[in-house]
């Protein structure tokens, strides 16, 4: 069974920095797009940022600058670093890649159960 795992989450105050980390396990034969997402209490979930099979990127608008994603597809690994972060970055954050376990099966998206990152004075 495939399974992602995030970690690097945690309490940081505002200005500071964290890295988080996103595992894929299990049987994988091909790891596609990756994204990070990330929902905050009483909003819905919203796309952070993500990369493609070819390493291109994109960010949303309120991280721009200030977060970075990369892959290591040799460790099946995803890592999104949060520099200069603010209060509103609060929330628990997931990661989701896109993963085909064999040849002859299209990849599906795996979802991590989420790591909180809690930006506070």
């Known amino acids: 069974q495939v399974q992602l795992v995030e970690s690097g989450g945690g309490l940081v105050q505002p200005g500071g920095s964290l890295r988080l980390s996103c595992r894929a396990s299990g049987l994988i034969f091909v790891i596609n797009d990756m994204g990070w997402y990330r929902q905050a209490p009483g909003k819905e979930r919203e796309l952070v940022a993500t990369?493609?099979?070819?390493?291109?990127?994109t960010y949303a608008d309120p991280v721009k600058g200030r977060f970075t994603i990369s892959r290591d597809n040799a460790k099946n690994t995803m890592y999104l670093q949060m520099n200069s972060l603010k209060p509103e970055d609060t929330a628990v954050y997931y990661c989701?890649?896109?993963?085909?376990?064999?040849?002859?099966?299209?990849?599906?998206?795996?979802w991590g159960l989420g790591t909180q990152v809690t930006v506070s004075s």
């Open positions: 990369t493609t099979s070819g390493g291109t990127t």
């Open positions: 989701k890649m896109q993963i085909a376990p064999n040849l002859s099966m299209r990849t599906a998206p795996y």
